[in-house]
């Protein structure tokens, strides 16, 4: 008879083995179940035991991430980078823990992942088991692992190449259950309920997959207050009223006050009503979206939301990862006064897109291709950028029709535009340390980060004054901003960075500045501590209220 496994060890174990196990502690009087550390191994059906190492012994209150990306594992957008730095800059503060669901990219990546809790069966939503994974630097990941929504090629939301679950691509058919799935996870786990040792104080949920989850909460009755962040209002998961019963949603909530929109469920809206505070990404996107022209239908409730002191603009950051002095995947490290190491990444960008040699500015557009970044105008400045000595390479994925028509402008200008359809984490630091501008002209932009990479890099962002690019780009100092999402508007701001291309000691000096211009972390968690410690208070004055 093999040996049982003494305290503390860990092993990976099948059904069989553990009920093999079972009997072996009996006879033997030895560690009980709950001391094992069970193992998440694809494929195999597996019975849950409670791990010993979580628990609620940190004095730090405890705050629960829930999220639908991040840029570890698996990344779709701007929320990827976001995931994976935010919790990681509140963890000084806070104990933070993200929850997210077990793509197959996490299931099979080198890191362990540790069985640790259960959920049952849910209206239409399946039972799943918890994990627990552990990155390097200690931030830890509970991953819900459910391998019949998740665990499919493609992205977070569908298998197209974007799959950004906005409506415009090949999205999961079973979204509304893929993500209430995540939402109902994260409010049991919120009421002790997913057999964890660690329960969390209050939820930060994250856009509209993790909407019902703050309507999971004030249905059940929950104590557990929660921050839902909005990340772009105009991807609201939208699904048929058809499907209330099936993901839980009492037919109570369904009214205009609750999940109702326009006779749809919308996700959401749930997290906008039912949330106890609701925070944008940037100042000036939170007013905007208490306006018609950017409201998308919920501006009415968001100034609601405002006028109860419940909204806020919490502008993004970047971290220390961004630093060109230091960052490995550069060709060449430099600082805002090496033009020489600066030039070395851009000969090697030129040479790798097939760009010819040029002294003339280098342009970049590293973004999600689809209507709201304003690929159209750039597509039609193209033109005038190369006429007059200019070279464009883009980097990213999305619409069909706008990948094909990029592929045909690079076609009509070999050796002066170049694209890349998909996206490369080394080459895309390579590309913003390399040019001389980023082209950004979104239509509109809850806060965008390409324009803080970019600055960071010496890279002068040209953008629409619209979101975070107006609150973080100087116009005519760290970049150039134009008002009018017109074409003759664009231009104008572009024919103004060639001006300033050519005359180097101005252009030198707002690389440098705009390389000063540090939007860090560090200055964003001041302000979500505030929310927290606000909504933690509250909830403390209603516990003692009911004592």
């Known amino acids: 008879m093999r040996n049982v496994p003494s305290r503390d060890t860990t092993c990976v174990l099948s059904e069989h083995d553990l009920n093999e196990l079972d009997v072996k502690i009996h006879q033997s009087g030895n560690t009980?179940?709950?001391?094992q550390k069970i193992l998440y191994i694809p494929g195999e059906r597996h019975r849950h035991r409670p791990s010993v190492a979580d628990s609620n012994r940190d004095n730090r209150q405890r705050i629960l991430f829930v999220t639908t990306e991040i840029s570890d594992f698996v990344k779709a957008g701007g929320l990827g980078d976001v995931s994976s730095a935010l919790p990681r800059a509140l963890a000084a503060n806070y104990d933070v823990r993200v929850l997210i669901p077990a793509y197959r990219e996490m299931v099979h990546s080198d890191l362990p992942i540790e069985l640790v809790g259960h959920l049952p069966a849910f209206a239409d939503l399946p039972a799943c088991d918890i994990g627990k994974m552990t990155c390097s630097d200690g931030l830890i990941l509970y991953v819900l692992l459910c391998p019949e929504l998740y665990e499919r090629e493609g992205t977070?939301?569908?298998?197209?190449s974007s799959g950004y679950g906005d409506g415009q691509d090949d999205v999961w058919w079973d979204n509304d259950v893929r993500f209430a799935r995540l939402s109902r996870a994260a409010a049991d786990i919120a009421a002790g309920k997913a057999g964890l040792e660690w329960q969390p104080q209050l939820l930060h949920l994250n856009d509209w997959p993790c909407g019902l989850a703050a309507g999971y909460l004030r249905w059940e009755g929950i104590p557990v207050q929660s921050v839902f962040t909005i990340h772009n209002l105009a991807h609201q998961g939208l699904f048929d009223v058809s499907r209330r019963a099936?993901?839980?949603?009492?037919?109570?909530?369904?009214?205009m006050e609750g999940v109702e929109f326009h006779g749809d469920i919308s996700f959401m809206k749930a997290g906008v009503v039912y949330a106890s505070h609701v925070t944008t990404v940037s100042m000036t996107y939170a007013r905007e979206i208490t306006t018609p022209e950017f409201g998308c239908g919920l501006d009415g409730l968001l100034r609601c939301k405002a006028e109860q002191g419940r909204l806020s603009g919490i502008l993004n950051g970047i971290d220390d990862s961004w630093d060109p002095r230091t960052d490995s995947h550069l060709v060449q490290p430099f600082s805002c006064h090496d033009r020489r190491a600066k030039r070395t990444n851009a000969d090697y960008m030129r040479y790798h897109f097939g760009l010819m040699a040029s002294e003339g500015p280098l342009f970049a557009v590293v973004s999600r291709l689809v209507h709201q970044k304003g690929l159209d105008l750039t597509i039609e400045v193209a033109e005038a950028i190369v006429h007059a000595g200019g070279q464009i390479v883009f980097m990213g994925c999305g619409q069909r029709h706008i990948e094909d028509a990029l592929r045909r402008l690079t076609a009509r200008y070999p050796g002066a535009i170049a694209v890349h359809i998909g996206f490369d984490e080394s080459q895309a630091h390579r590309l913003f340390a390399g040019s001389d501008?980023?082209?950004?002209p979104s239509r509109f932009e809850p806060c965008g980060l390409s324009q803080l990479y970019a600055q960071r890099f010496g890279s002068l962002p040209i953008a629409h004054r619209t979101g975070g690019l107006a609150d973080t780009i100087e116009d005519g100092v760290t970049g150039f901003l134009f008002d009018d999402m017109t074409f003759d508007s664009y231009k104008h701001a572009i024919q103004r960075a060639f001006t300033v291309f050519h005359s180097t000691e101005l252009f030198n000096a707002m690389q440098c500045a705009a390389m000063a211009n540090r939007y860090h972390w560090?200055?964003?968690?001041e302000s979500y501590s505030r929310v927290y410690q606000k909504l933690l208070e509250e909830e403390k004055v209603k516990a003692n209220a009911v004592a």
């Open 32 to 35: 009980t179940p709950s001391e």
């Open 246 to 255: 099936a993901l839980g949603i009492p037919e109570e909530a369904f009214h």
């Open 156 to 160: 977070p939301y569908g298998c197209a």
């Open 437 to 440: 501008f980023l082209l950004m």
């Open 522 to 525: 560090h200055q964003s968690i």
